[in-house]
T-cell receptor, first 107, second 115 residues
Framework: AQRVTQPEKLLSVFKGAPVELKCNYSYSGSPELFWYVQYSRQRLQLLLRHISRESIKGFTADLNKGETSFHLKKPFAQEEDSAMYYCALNAGNMLTFGGGTRLMVKP | ETGVTQTPRHLVMGMTNKKSLKCEQHLGHNAMYWYKQSAKKPLELMFVYNFKEQTENNSVPSRFSPECPNSSHLFLHLHTLQPEDSALYLC??????????????FGDGTRLSIL
């Protein structure tokens, strides 16, 4: 069965510092991975997907099949990045979510 | 309102009540989903409907009964719930179920409390 693990429930960094939110997955097939974000008082929304290989709001994520990871990175965190971040794996057309990491960016 | 709309936003019910959650999407999507988000647990997929047909039931107890009358509306009928069913119930939609690279669009959720 597929599984997504986000080992950090809370990540606190200062503004301007680099940030990396970790995501590891287990899945025997070819994975399709996503990062979703939920800002305060807003609904859960897609941030980026690995197939697009794009940078959204300065965030990037690279799929590393050898390490079964899809870590989310941003070189300089901003206060408006504070939110809950969820890594998700699409396996057999079903999304499996990680437990989420709350990112707090302090001024 | 565009996007995915869920009503009610909050619901308090007793264990013997019957209630329904409603989800509506105006995105022209063909797939709709129910998720459960409990405290201290990851978001859990409950049901998937594609073109009004149920394609997934993720071992959900029968006290939860979904209904999809058309591609734009999805209901979750609740009956004889347990206290552990208290959670945030999220609805989502995507263009098609069988294209896993398409993003899901979420509603705000219904916060359900079982007394």
């Amino acid at each position: 069965a597929q599984r997504v693990t986000q080992p950090e429930k809370l990540l606190s960094v200062f503004k301007g510092a680099p940030v990396e939110l970790k995501c590891n997955y287990s899945y025997s097939g070819s994975p399709e991975l996503f990062w979703y974000v939920q800002y305060s008082r807003q609904r859960l929304q897609l941030l980026l997907r690995h197939i697009s290989r794009e940078s959204i709001k300065g965030f990037t994520a690279d799929l590393n099949k050898g390490e079964t990871s899809f870590h989310l990175k941003k070189p300089f965190a901003q206060e408006e990045d504070s939110a809950m971040y969820y890594c998700a794996l699409n396996a057999g057309n079903m999304l499996t979510f990680g437990g989420g990491t709350r990112l707090m960016v302090k001024p | 309102e565009t996007g995915v709309t869920q009503t009610p936003r909050h619901l308090v019910m007793g264990m013997t009540n019957k209630k329904s959650l409603k989800c509506e999407q105006h995105l022209g999507h063909n797939a709709m989903y129910w998720y459960k988000q409990s405290a201290k647990k990851p978001l859990e997929l409950m049901f998937v409907y594609n073109f009004k047909e149920q394609t997934e039931n993720n071992s959900v107890p029968s006290r939860f009964s979904p209904e999809c009358p058309n591609s734009s509306h999805l209901f979750l009928h609740l009956h004889t719930l347990q206290p552990e069913d208290s959670a945030l119930y999220l609805c989502a939609s995507s263009q098609d179920w069988d294209n896993g690279n398409q993003p899901q669009h979420f509603g705000d959720g219904t916060r359900l409390s079982i007394l």
